[in-house]
């Protein structure tokens, strides 16, 4: 008997709202904040960039995330057969089809990158960055980004790491003790959630918190252009787990009196929340300590020990803001590997451990032979970028959007409009007949035709 899954006779389903806020929570929270968020906004040019990205999750991530929970529940079932069941063309299991090859692109580079924040935590342990506060902060800037690239560069550490980060996932996918993993989250995710504020207080007392709070919220209009935006957008769908299926999977546990599109509401807010918090905390170390906002992945891991080096008792808390960023890794990556394993699974009908075998395997395969600037093709390019970038290019900005527009057209033109309200509704026991009336408008005419606009405007066509 456990807290947060409750078997009932089929199928099993969280068991409370609160569980499915954490369990859907933990999918969204992840890199995708801390790590992510903070180097795009570097990198698209600040204010105007978080912005586009509100927006973004505003218009199109919340009504496309409403959407899966509605395909997952009503099907209660995995994401490709989701379609059949829902007695759809079955063409449109295409959508789960994309998104299998999207989990894997994410996994490819997000398990290396993961992989970078277990290792850090034995950095912090060593106490790599114990004596930072001594240094001048031209020196300490030049010690954490050699620290960065010994990990990122050296020939086998980074492999190893990653390897760690996908065998860690590979075991909790295997033994099933998710349940305790979910209840890990509910009680660290507020410790992450206080550390971040801790950062954030001392960031912006820094010389530079200034620079770094206006970078963030001052809107430059003159630095949106088109793939800016399709960044943003991009970035929404990868932060919400949208556009793949991992929230048809996750919405096919609900309970039938889950409130969708409160939960939507609630998991996207928390989520922005949580990146911003990220931004706060990084940015105004920026610009004290004189590096680029747009310097890339390696923002993150040039910043973070800067502000805790600055902390009262910062060499024990930097230790554990890396234990928690894993934690919050790992769960993310439970939820995107669960979609390619779910369907192997079922597609092969093969035992739950082998696909997770295979699925682990390949990834730690392909990944490592790819995304580490020292493996063997790791310097090859393609259209000028590297595997890395390419992996993460073309599963973010590309392929979920796609999904994500198919699921928005899908859900607003192919489906049964009662069948949407009496699920959005729990056949009528929620007086919410004038919320989903705005969702299902926004869903139905303003999420597809933005899409369409970004897409065929950074194609050329618009
Ligand atoms: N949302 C996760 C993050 O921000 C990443 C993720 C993407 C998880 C897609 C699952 C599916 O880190």
């Known amino acids: 008997n456990n807290e947060s899954v409750s078997t009932n006779k089929k199928r099993e389903t969280f068991s409370s709202g609160l569980a499915v806020f954490f369990a859907t929570l933990g999918s969204a929270v992840g890199l995708g904040n801390i790590w992510k968020f903070p180097y795009l906004v570097g990198e ?11 927006l973004s999750i505003l218009l199109v991530g919340m009504p496309i995330m409403v959407s899966e ?47 970078w924040v277990y290792s850090y935590v034995f950095k912090a342990i060593n106490g790599a960055f114990s004596n930072l506060s001594n240094f001048s902060f031209e020196q300490a800037t030049s010690i954490v980004e050699n620290q960065f690239l010994t990990t990122t560069e050296s020939l086998y550490s980074p492999i190893i790491w990653q390897g760690i980060s996908i065998l860690v996932v590979a075991l909790i996918l295997i033994g099933g003790v998710k349940n305790g993993i979910e209840r890990i989250t509910k009680t660290l995710m507020p410790v992450l959630f206080i550390l971040l504020i801790i950062s954030c207080i001392r960031a912006l007392t820094l010389p530079g918190a200034k620079a770094g709070f206006n970078f963030l919220f001052k809107i430059d209009f003159s630095k949106i252009n088109p793939s800016v935006i399709l960044s943003a957008l991009g970035l929404a769908f ?11 999977t996750y919405g096919s546990y609900f309970t039938e009196d889950n409130n969708l599109i409160h939960t939507s509401a609630k998991v996207a807010l928390s989520d922005t929340f949580v990146s911003l918090l990220a931004g706060v905390a990084i940015f105004p170390v920026v610009f004290t300590f004189g590096m680029k906002p747009n310097s890339g992945p390696s923002l993150l891991f040039n910043t973070i020990p800067l502000v805790f080096s600055h902390i009262p008792f910062g060499n024990i808390l930097i230790i554990a803001f890396f234990i928690l960023a894993s934690i919050a890794a790992t769960t993310a990556s439970l939820s995107m590997a669960e979609v390619p394993i779910a369907f192997i699974t079922e597609k092969w009908n093969i035992k739950r451990k082998y696909s997770v075998i295979i699925v682990s395997l390949s990834t730690f395969i392909v990944g490592a032979l790819t995304v580490h600037p020292s493996s063997i093709l790791g310097h090859v390019t393609i259209f000028g970028k590297n595997f890395f970038d390419l992996f993460d290019y073309i599963s973010s900005n590309i392929i979920l959007p796609v999904g994500g527009l198919l699921i928005a057209i899908f859900v607003g033109y192919f489906v049964n409009k009662d069948s949407v309200l009496d699920e959005l509704s729990n056949n009528h026991k929620l007086n919410n007949s004038k919320t989903i009336t705005i969702y299902y408008f926004v869903l139905k005419y303003i999420s597809p035709l933005l899409l369409l606009i970004v897409f065929l405007n950074s194609l050329g066509i618009i």
């Open 69 to 115: 929970f509605y395909i997952g529940r009503k099907s209660r079932s995995n994401a490709v057969s989701a379609f059949t069941k829902l007695k759809a063309n079955p063409k449109w299991k295409i959508i789960g089809y994309f998104g299998v090859a999207a989990a894997f692109l994410i996994m490819f580079y997000y398990s290396a990158v993961a992989g």
């Open 238 to 248: 990868f932060k919400l787990s949208l556009g793949m299926g991992t929230m048809i």
């Open 44 to 54: 698209n040019g600040g204010g105007a960039f978080v912005l586009i990205y509100f």
